[in-house]
């Protein structure tokens, strides 16, 4: 099983590099990370995030010269294998060792955990401690799951809904659920040292992002309501797995044994968190996914007509990962630009486009609901400031005409680029990857 899913992993680990295409938190991340060793301190001055993260990210970035996504990756994979041995445990602890063997088989092919063990961000690690933890309180070790949920919450916010399962499983032990909780502070404060040295700042930080999720984001303005959009997430990671899942969740609910409790307390929970979102990520809904392996697991006696089930998860991760396999246009036409652009332009460029060094980049903010339009979203205020040359990509364009009727003037800003000269254009077929990229001279 470990094996299946580090090869699943593998590949298209190097998409886009050297550039952080596959997902614009790595930007953040990564560099954060390799600061640290090279002369930056350990005090990240970003708080966007807590710190584990960055921190177990930093070794392994103390001998590059700059960041290095591959070896960020590189480590994400290993921590996504032991999300796959720790679903295993959690379903062997809860139901016995077919739950564990199907707990495992749905953590390594379900389609987002595969796609995010690729990029250097929080949602593997915060899974990881996520289902760590579950199993921790599965078997009854009140105390060093506390310590464990400090730690997922020390990989990202979100892990704090670990306390509610906690709760559950030290119900009527009140010592060893203070003791507990005490671990999770600890545990926390160890690995996140500065959002609590910073406590205004990181709140400040963290409430920006939270309010962000739940205000919405580009691209989700004309989605489902939050429980049918989560509930199509979690289908196109699992596929019908996931009516299986959603029956042993009933049968915890009825039967309510320990494991029950714990599973049944922090799915309930944690999905009534995500209601309150109008941001509709794919990867917010990683944290479920070994707890719903190992409740599909439940199911003994149908264990192996879900563990064929599995083949089409397996499937849709084999054609994503294919993809992977070809170079994004947007490399392809940063190459063009070092070879065709005058060194030092002014250029105005999307998000989600490479970084162009070498060159002055006016960067042109994500559009975001309910937010001032940019005001460098205007092809004569760029003619104004000397900018030259503007990269748009289809990677913040498609999204945005999909929801025109919110943008008007980022819209029109697109539309008043398209009158002026366009040098260069790159829209994928069958050899390249990734959204289409293009280039104009105003």
């Known amino acids: 099983m470990i094996a299946l899913a580090g090869g699943l992993r593998l590949v298209g680990i190097q998409y886009g590099l050297p550039f952080p295409l596959l997902n614009p938190d790595e930007q953040n991340i990564v560099p954060h990370a390799w600061s ?100 921790l309180m599965v078997a009854g070790r009140i105390e060093v799951a506390g310590l464990v949920v400090g730690l997922a919450a020390s990989a990202k916010y979100p892990g704090i809904l670990l306390f509610a399962p906690l709760l559950a499983a030290a119900w009527g032990r009140w010592r060893r659920l203070a003791i507990a909780s005490a671990l999770a502070v600890l545990g926390f404060a160890a690995t996140s040292p500065f959002v609590v040295l910073h406590l205004g700042q990181a709140a400040g930080d963290a409430w920006r992002v939270q309010q962000s999720a739940r205000a919405g984001w580009l691209g989700f303005e004309n989605d489902h309501s939050a429980p049918i959009a989560f509930t199509v997430r979690l289908w196109d990671g699992l596929g019908p797995v996931l009516i299986i899942a959603a ?18 307390v922090f799915v309930v929970v944690y999905f009534a968190d995500l209601l309150t979102l109008h941001a509709h990520f794919d990867r917010y809904v990683l944290p479920l996914v070994p707890a719903l392996g190992a409740l599909a697991g439940r199911l003994r006696s149908i264990a192996s007509v879900t563990v064929l089930m599995l083949v089409i998860p397996l499937t849709w991760a084999v054609r994503d990962g294919r993809e992977l396999t070809r170079t994004d246009a947007r490399v392809v036409a940063h190459r063009w630009v070092e070879q065709n652009l005058p060194r030092g332009a002014l250029l105005a460029a999307d998000s989600s486009t490479p970084g162009f060094a070498g060159f002055r980049v006016i960067s042109l903010k994500l559009p975001r609901p309910g ?64 959204p289409w990229i293009e280039i104009y001279r105003i």
């Open 36 to 135: 640290m060793v090279h002369g930056g301190g350990l005090d990240p001055h970003w708080f966007d995030y807590p710190s584990l993260v960055m921190y177990v990210l930093a070794p392994f970035q103390a001998w590059q010269d700059e960041p290095s996504y591959l070896a960020a990756r590189v480590t994400m994979v290993v921590l996504a294998l032991g999300c796959v041995a720790a679903a295993w445990w959690l379903g062997q602890r809860a139901y016995g060792t077919v739950a564990g063997f199907v707990a495992a088989a749905a953590t390594a092919v379900e389609t987002t955990h595969v796609a995010y063990s690729r990029m250097a961000v929080t949602d593997i690690p915060l899974t990881l401690g996520v289902t760590v933890a579950l199993a």
């Open 247 to 264: 029956a042993g969740l009933v049968l915890a609910l009825v039967r309510r044994n320990r494991a029950d409790l714990v599973l049944a």
């Open 371 to 434: 937010e001032p339009t940019d005001p460098n979203r205007d092809v004569a205020r760029l003619r104004k400031q000397g900018v030259a040359y503007v990269v748009v990509t289809g990677a913040v364009e498609d999204r945005l005409l999909d929801a025109a009727d919110h943008y008007p003037r980022e819209t029109r800003f697109y539309s008043d680029l398209r009158r002026t000269r366009r040098v260069y254009a790159l829209h994928p077929r069958t050899r390249l990857a990734g």
